[in-house]
């Protein structure tokens, strides 16, 4: 949203829930909040009642464009209130949890598979200790997303696979143990002084062991003496010493490891990929207060399973799931549970029973020994939240639908701020124009719109054989464009134009062999044909220029090997270059259709870095900063003053241009920047249902609302209401009487009442006098 004013968001979800395939999962300190992340790059917020465990959708954070790897807190009071997150693509997030406000974002090169937060002995917050695709350790700041420090690798280099960070008892350093996907063992010590700036950070030990590809390492906080190491297929508990293994354990059949955290000095808890959580009592010589310890053990001596953490309906699960187990602290008593979040959006929690060593005796002594099934203590998710709803949540085209008497997904749409209606675009390949402002009305302001039949006049398209994919309303991007022509594009490989007010199809575009994903325009300062087309693209890898005036196909680019993820413009030289998923750039001639060249490699990306800088050069010379400031950054480097003084007084003067151009009466920017409602389609999956975000500009709306009541009052109540005083209108009439008399007896005639004149007039009134 353009501007400084307050801009409040409304969302309508609609009747079904958003798609939410969790990958992370994370539980406050307090018990007050759950955060679950998903594949498509949100996180959302439970609400979390801490005796009951009773969670309630509250807050979808939007920010990221790629599957969430991993959330971590941000500090160690109880009450802070924020926390981390790290995407695929290297991005970083601090989120505040109050308001879901992002409080900082950075993208790195490197992508985290794993984050954990560690209070360090010389700071007063906690570090993230982050790993990941590469074969460093790097220890960030959890606010500013800062990198502090690395911890380099000397021996053997490779990527991190698990790490854990502990402070030794009664010592002061810290110390940081990792495994290499290649099964090296490492030891840093951290003495507290490290610097971004320092030399290398080289681990002190190092040591093969068998182990590839650990998932997990965890030193047993109650002795510091045994280590549990995790792999897919099994698991082994190692002395922390000289790191011989003490015991090991396959992964049931069909199943792999995920990871697992000491319970005790002789427990441990372990999950597996089929969302199922084991508790194993470790053998004698894994114990360390136990006199067999580190003896070598018999076949007999094994882990024993004593609890099995189970769903009561067994049912498989297409991926799998994020699990993760956690220690909170409330009112004095230890609670410990663990957490499942599967891809149908369900979260699961088991509180962790306690089971005495008699019970565990009893449980071994039993033939055979059966371990306890446990089942979830809790089970929720979105679509429950959304049946338990009364009244059901709101939908942007809910009385059309109850008309209709079915649901039709709604797959696309696109608000036209000048005209005040919505264009919605739905699964059936129908198009409905509603009037904004009226479906706002009845889905918001009226206490049970499930009853209420006065649906606001519509206007149905009927032209395409499938799904709405997208749509385009050529003339909102730039006035060339006619103000009649709406464009759209669907499953059944065909482009529509039609007549935005005559609800009529003028012509329909069959030129790609796979349905359309995208709608957009050229440049302004392509050549005069090229300004009359819209671009369209494919999942057949094809993009065309189809000309809106011409009814015809100008350009079509259909030699791409994979699907298209970036077009780029060079309008001077007449080129549109396409980017492809595999690096590969395609530079098409757009006049004649001609394909000039195909790069890859480093010659690609250093294009589309030239035309991306190109695009913001161009759109820095409108707004009439950049370019100065570039001079006056290049001036002060080469310590010219006769350039640093050009590029000061021709920035000062883009400035008062910008600022003249500001002033201008211009009707089309002012309705569109300062529109009091803006209707924003959101769609977090491919596969759901299009929901819709409004923006209500508060500063817009009351100015809109003033202007409707000042309209319908007469002068006289103007002045009642200590709007306007008498003064004022006499003062106007003595500087107009001389100049125009019958100005002036207009004036004192509304003045008196004998006419009525809104504010509006009453100015204009004046200002005409003046000239």
């Keep these: 949203m353009p501007g400084n004013s307050l801009v409040v968001p409304v969302v309508l979800w609609g009747k079904h829930p958003p798609t939410h395939c969790i990958s992370c999962i994370y539980l406050s300190k307090d018990q007050k909040t759950l955060a679950t992340g998903c594949y498509d790059g949100q996180i959302c917020l439970w609400q979390v009642h801490p005796d009951t465990l009773q969670m309630t959708p509250r807050c979808l954070l939007v920010g990221h464009t790629a599957p969430i790897l991993c959330i971590s807190k941000a500090s160690i009071l109880q009450d802070n209130n924020y926390i981390v997150s790290s995407s695929e693509a290297g991005e970083m997030c601090t989120w505040d949890l109050v308001d879901g406000r992002c409080r900082e974002h950075v993208k790195l090169p490197q992508v985290h598979t ?39 690798s000397k021996q053997n280099p490779d990527w991190i696979s698990a790490l854990h960070v502990l402070r030794p008892c009664n010592r002061k350093d810290d110390v940081v143990l990792a495994l290499t996907t290649t099964g090296m063992v490492k030891v840093w010590t951290l003495l507290g002084h490290e610097t971004k700036h320092s030399e290398p950070i080289y681990e002190n030990e190092s040591k ?33 010493g000289d790191f011989s293994i003490l015991c090991s354990y396959l992964a049931p059949r069909g199943e792999r490891w995920m990871s697992g955290d000491f319970l005790a000095a002789d427990r441990i808890i372990m999950w597996s990929d089929a969302g199922k959580g084991y508790l194993y009592k470790l053998p004698a010589n894994s114990i360390p207060d136990n006199k067999n310890f580190h003896t070598p053990s018999i076949e007999s001596d094994s882990p024993f399973l004593y609890c099995l953490l189970s769903q009561p309906d067994n049912k498989l699960l297409s991926c799998p799931p994020a699990m993760r187990f956690v220690t909170t602290r409330r009112q004095n008593k230890e609670h410990r549970y663990l957490l499942r979040g599967d891809s149908e959006g369900y979260v699961l929690v088991w509180n962790i029973p306690e089971i005495s060593p008699a019970q565990l005796h009893e449980i071994q002594n039993q033939k055979p020994p059966q371990p306890v099934q446990m089942t979830a203590t809790l089970t929720t998710s979105l679509s429950e939240a959304w049946a338990s709803m009364v009244p059901s949540p709101v939908g942007i085209l809910d009385q059309l639908e109850k008309r209709e008497g079915g649901s039709i997904k709604l797959t696309a749409s696109i608000y036209l701020p000048l005209q005040s209606r919505l264009v919605v675009g739905r699964e059936d390949g129908t198009i409905i124009i509603v009037s904004a402002t009226q479906t706002v009305m009845l889905q918001l302001l009226h206490g049970h719109h499930q009853e209420f039949n006065n ?35 669907g499953v059944d490989f065909a482009v529509c134009l039609w007549d935005l007010y005559a609800g009529t199809l003028l012509h329909r575009f069959c030129v790609h062999a796979g349905e359309i994903t995208q709608l957009l325009v050229p440049p302004n300062n392509c050549s005069t044909r090229i300004q009359k087309c819209v671009c369209s693209v494919a999942s057949d890898h094809s993009v065309t220029l189809l000309s809106l005036t011409e009814r015809k196909c100008v350009c079509l680019a259909s030699r791409h090997l994979f699907p298209v993820t970036t077009i780029k413009w060079r309008p001077l030289d007449d080129f549109m270059i396409i980017g492809c998923s595999d690096g590969t750039v395609y530079v098409w001639q757009m006049e004649t259709g001609h394909l000039d060249r195909v790069l890859q ?23 009439g900063l950049a370019n100065p400031a570039v001079h006056f950054f290049r001036g002060l480097r080469h310590r010219n003053l006769s350039a640093i003084r050009h590029a000061t007084q021709r920035g000062l003067h883009q400035l008062q241009q910008l600022g003249a151009h500001a002033n201008n009466d211009d009707p089309h920017m002012q309705r ?13 999956n491919p596969k759901d249902a299009e929901s819709h975000i409004l923006f209500f500009d508060i500063e817009a709306l009351i100015i809109e609302l003033l202007n409707e009541e000042y309209a319908m009052m007469s002068p006289g109540s103007l002045e009642a209401a200590g709007l306007i005083a008498q003064s004022e209108y006499l003062k106007v009439a003595a500087l107009t009487q001389s100049a125009s008399p019958d100005a002036h007896k207009k004036i004192v005639e509304v003045f008196n009442g004998r006419d009525y004149c809104p504010l509006s007039k009453f100015v204009e009134m004046s200002k005409t006098s003046e000239q």
């Design 601 to 623: 490699g480093i010659a690609a990306e250093e294009v589309l870095y030239a035309c991306e800088e190109n695009e913001a050069t161009n759109a820095s010379s409108e707004v």
């Design 208 to 240: 093969q062991i068998k182990p590839l590809n650990a998932v997990c390492i965890q030193c047993c906080p109650n002795n510091q003496r045994t280590v549990l190491v995790v792999v897919s297929k099994y698991w082994q508990v190692y002395d922390a």
């Design 455 to 489: 649906w606001p006049p519509h206007q149905v398209l009927s032209g395409h054989g499938g799904r709405v994919n997208c749509l385009l309303y050529p003339h909102r991007e730039h006035s060339r464009y006619d103000k009649n022509h709406l464009v759209s594009g």
């Design 114 to 152: 794993n984050m954990q937060a560690y209070h360090m002995s010389n700071c007063e917050d906690v570090r993230l200790f982050c790993n990941g695709y590469y074969p460093e350790i790097i220890v960030m700041d959890p606010f500013s997303l800062e990198i502090l420090f690395m911890l380099s």
């Design 672 to 684: 569109t920047h300062n529109s009091p409602l803006v209707i924003q389609g959101v769609k977090t």
